[in-house]
């Protein structure tokens, strides 16, 4: 438990701004039900609080894909290690996600997700990592947009650590 981790951005700044962006995608979809793909594990605490904050009917689901390993550097090689539960066929779906870092994995992702006869498809990640991008991919909501650096907290880990902090901070390994 020795890594240096420096605040980025503190708990209510974060839920703040989830719950800006959970006002946005209700106004957005008024009228229709959205159904929140959070990707596991990274993406837990950021859907659920989401989910808290949208006005039209939600429903939720779950999945899980590898692209990492326990290093921090993406090997670009993407595997769905728990797929969905439900199917997504006729839902506007939202995968939720923690981070959008080279691109790898969402770019994957959403090709796979788009083939299962989904009525809409977009993107929401807490943090976006534009400089690091590889792969093209639009995200349609993002909480910040933050300089290439390793961050932990809300969520998100290093080596399976610190996903519990109830803040982003940015570790020094
Ligand atoms: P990508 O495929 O390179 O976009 O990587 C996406 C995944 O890498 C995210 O879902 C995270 O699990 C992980 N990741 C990327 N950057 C960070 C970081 O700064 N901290 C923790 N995990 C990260
Ligand atoms: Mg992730």
Redesign the pocket.
Known sequence: MDDKISVLYSEETINARIKEIGEQISRDYAGKSVHLVG?LK?ATFFTCELAKRITVPVTMDFMSVS??GDSTE?SGIVRITKDLDDPLEGKNVIVV??????????SYLLDNLQKRGVDSLRLCALLN?PERREKDVVVDYTGFEIPD????GYG???AQKYRNLPYIGIIEP
């Not at 996600?97 to 969402?106: A, F, K, M, R, S």
């Not at 650096?149 to 932990?152: I, W």
Request: net charge negative.
């Open positions: 990707i990274g692209s990492y993406s996600e923690d981070i959008v870092d080279t691109g790898n994995t969402l990592k650096a390793f961050v932990v998100l880990d290093y």
